[in-house]
């Protein structure tokens, strides 16, 4: 117990001591020792890196999670060490109404055809979408993490012990200056024509105490001196450490990309392979919508409507045995010729890949030479290319004038 009181009223003496080196800096009262100059550098290089990681650890989580009453439930997890529960994303819950909603349209319907091959798209999506949380999760916000809850915790509490380092070292250096100061006041020399000898007994005696306590005003700042160059070195290689962390965080934000080019080439993937399928089966869906039209009501081709077509030839009827000649030219387009005038030059907006002999595979940013035949589907048009020739969908291109 005596020892506990001992300590109490030690370290209660240091922390007045430090509080009043402190206020006394603080109104200019008090000298202060400075770190050099690169010390320095390297404490605002670690504040600057602390600052930046915090922000963008914070809008990384906005971006991954949107929503922010689920960031604070997976944070809750997170403190209370559980497990965060999965949860369905945005595309995976579209993806489920869109199927729902096929089932109640009648999924034989063009309507319910589509809404079955979006919603898979959307399934696809959200999938892609939870992968990309967690390799995200895994490869860069939790390094991130650890650096603020690990090295930097690390890093301030060495920076409060070195503070306080320099607090002890700077009331040392005024213990002293006021003891020698006093000191010499004291060995002045005394006036032998004193006619009392006392003065002069008690002027030696005081001298003589004060040089007691220059004494070992000196040894506690040799001390203190030593300790505080001790806490700085172990400072000073903690806070060269930010360059080796910095290195970290660089292979991680690698990952972090590589991550996120993956995940939008998927999803560029997945929407090219539907614009694909609701491409090939538009045509279908078009002559299904204009039989459900009212009688004499007729919506004008998107396509045809800007391209000149070829005259028009008198439709033979259908005999079983005969042939339909316009039938065959539209199902062998590579047996039509081009109209003499009224082609048009078309940009490839997308990759296409051809369904079967009838179409033209087309590349992206080729130029091609398109027109329309009549009888032709609105959403198709023939496009010709050196010597090959085909079907190819108005939406993967873009008409030039």
Known sequence: ?????????????VFFSRAMQFTEEKLGQAEKTELDAHFENLLARADCTKNWTEKILRQTEVLLQPNPSARVEEFLYEKLDRKVPSRVTNGELLAQYMTEAAS?????????????????????????EREFIRSASISFLTPLRNFLEGDWRTISKERRILQNRRLDLDACKARLK??????????AVPDFQET???????????????????????????????????????????????????????????????????????????????????????GTFVGNAESASPAGVTSPPAAAATLPAVPTI???????????????????PNEVKPPASGTRRARVLYDYEAADSTELALLADEMITVYSLPGMD?????????????KVPVTYLELLS
């Open 1 to 13: 117990m005596e020892f506990n009181v001992k300590k109490l009223a030690s370290d209660a003496g």
């Open 178 to 187: 006021k003891a020698k100061a006093a000191e010499a006041k004291a060995a």
């Open 314 to 332: 008198p439709v033979v009827p259908t005999i079983v045995g005969v042939p339909n000649t316009v039938a065959e030219a539209v199902l062998n």
């Open 196 to 282: 009392r000898p006392r003065n002069y007994v008690l002027s030696a005696s005081a001298s003589a105490l004060w040089s007691d306590e220059v004494e070992k005003a000196e040894h506690e700042l040799r001390l203190t001196q030593s300790e505080f160059d001790r806490q700085a070195e172990v400072t000073r290689l903690l806070l060269e450490g930010i360059s080796s962390t910095h290195v970290n965080h660089l292979r991680c934000l690698h990952e972090f990309v590589e991550s996120q080019t993956n995940y939008y080439a998927q999803c560029y993937q997945f929407m090219l392979d539907l614009q694909k399928q609701l491409g090939r089966f538009s």
């Open 378 to 390: 609105p959403d198709w048009l023939i496009g010709e290319r050196g010597n090959q020739k085909g």
């Open 104 to 128: 109640d349209f009648g999924p034989g319907t063009p309507y319910g055809k589509t809404l079955i091959k979006v919603g898979e798209t959307q399934r696809r999506l959200g999938a892609a």
